[in-house]
């Protein structure tokens, strides 16, 4: 077992890093023993002294995990002893634990893509009074990693679970704060619960923790910043504007001596605030567990046509699906058409939420994002062309869509289609919307109001 050693202040460190294999989906109660087993083992951590741990995930083809823990050199021996009691979660998962045995491998398990945030949200005033926002990644994190997956995006998460003694003078500037909050005019009662929430939580914290994630391209950063954005409002309310601030190649102290950020500098009552927690929710984060979908998702894999196909699709000109929880319209229609599609969409404004299958081949193995959406979405918007008739899994998607009555509205991208297999019989109840002859998008706007899509 390698620990790596590092200097902050003239103090001496140890660090472990253990790559975890996550037990597949197949066996439910054995992955359920090496899970409890897994939060057991974690609670331990915190008889070391000062030690911190972290989680780090990364989904690209495959996904992956690693923890780290962090203790003074003079506990490296207790930290040594509870790195190896993780060998127990092998006896129910053979292969779960790989421990590095050089510096190469620890720094392998260290890799985080290149443009960086740390998730806090900062600074949001009103009067005299700040807002705590409590904000966690790792609850949407399943959802992440599916988008990510579909829009062929690399996606890093790390979390840092550092012990902390939150002082008094913090403590009694959130508690005045919480009354500062509750006598503004116009507060929505949510957030000012919230405050009040947050200012006892301070009292009883224990342990800060710090989110932080990654991706590889700027068209990624667009995308989960978005992605973000969405959920923050989903959870806090449309008042709530977060700013995301990517760095390059940053945030190397947490990153890599996995350590949060209030241990190399002080943090204000409002940061304290919104990343105070206690022991088990700390050892909540370290055990984040990947849905059986998820883990179902990454091993099936994808065909190699499939991949390439989808690498070679052009979807510039069309919105990032979407991800949050407001009514959205989900999109069938065939990889090939995505040119008559663009323009056809031409018209609709920003405020219009589709989703569609980007980047997804149409594999069996896709089936179960597929159904989520279909099953969640307000109204089918279908494509119709030759090519599209012909593809199995849009008539797939469009009877489940007529058996979940969703409202369908068909758009002719080509005159004189032969609508077979059913589809003819289905689509005339429906309305149809012309998209040959001229842009569609006023036709489709208004087919999509009507279906209550949007306001």
């Known amino acids: 077992m390698y620990l790596a050693e590092y200097s902050v202040s003239g103090v001496s460190w140890v660090q472990a890093a253990i790559q975890l294999h996550y037990p597949g989906a197949g066996d439910a109660p054995a992955a359920d023993r090496w899970w409890t087993r897994l939060r057991a083992l974690l609670s331990a951590f915190d008889a070391i002294p000062d030690a911190s741990a972290s989680l780090r995930v990364h989904l690209d083809s495959t996904l992956d995990a690693a923890l780290f823990a962090s203790a003074p050199r003079v506990h490296a021996e207790a930290l040594r002893r509870a790195i190896g009691s993780l060998s127990q979660l092998d006896v129910i998962a053979d292969g779960a634990v790989v421990y590095p045995r050089d510096r190469a491998g620890h720094d392998e398990q260290l890799r985080f893509p290149r443009y960086r945030c740390r998730v806090a949200m900062r600074h949001f005033t009103h009067a005299d009074a700040w807002f705590a926002i409590d904000f966690r990644v790792s609850r949407c994190l399943q959802e992440l990693l599916v988008e990510a997956r579909t829009l062929k995006h690399a996606l890093s998460y790390h979390v840092n679970v550092e012990p902390f003694a939150i002082d008094e003078i913090a403590m009694r500037e959130a508690a005045r704060n919480s009354l500062r909050v509750a006598s503004l005019a116009g507060t929505p ?32 950063q667009a995308w989960l910043t978005s992605a973000l954005d969405q959920r923050v409002r989903a959870e806090y309310g449309q008042s709530v504007v977060p700013v995301w601030t990517f760095e390059e190649d940053g945030h190397e ?32 984060l370290l055990a984040w567990r990947p849905a059986a979908t998820l883990l179902d998702l990454v091993e099936s894999g994808m065909p190699a046509a499939d991949l390439e196909a989808s690498a070679t699709a052009d979807y510039s000109g069309l919105p990032v699906p979407y991800a949050g929880n407001e009514p959205f319209a989900f999109i069938s229609y065939k990889r090939e058409d995505l040119d008559r599609i663009r323009r056809a969409l031409a018209g609709l404004g920003a405020d219009h939420r589709i989703w569609y299958d980007r980047g997804i081949p149409g594999g069996a193995e896709w089936d179960a994002l597929v159904e989520d959406r279909l099953r969640h979405c307000a109204a089918v918007l279908l494509f119709v062309s030759r090519a599209a008739v ?44 012309n998209a040959f002859a001229s842009p569609a998008g006023h036709e489709v706007d208004r087919a999509l109001r009507l279906a209550r899509v949007f306001s």
């Open 189 to 220: 009662p949510a957030l000012e619960r919230l405050q009040r929430q947050l200012a006892e939580k301070l009292r009883r914290a224990t342990h800060l923790c710090e989110e932080l994630v990654g991706v590889a391209t700027p068209e990624a």
């Open 390 to 433: 012909r593809s199995k899994y849009v008539r797939r998607e469009v009877k489940f869509a007529d058996v979940l009555n969703k409202p369908i509205i068909g758009v002719r991208l080509e005159p004189d289609v032969e609508l077979r297999d059913g589809l003819d019989m289905l689509l005339n109840q429906y309305q149809t919307v």
């Open 253 to 284: 102290g947490s990153l890599a001596a996995t350590h949060h950020e209030a241990f190399f500098e002080p943090l204000a009552a409002d940061a304290l605030s919104a990343e105070a927690i206690g022991a088990d929710e700390g050892v909540d």
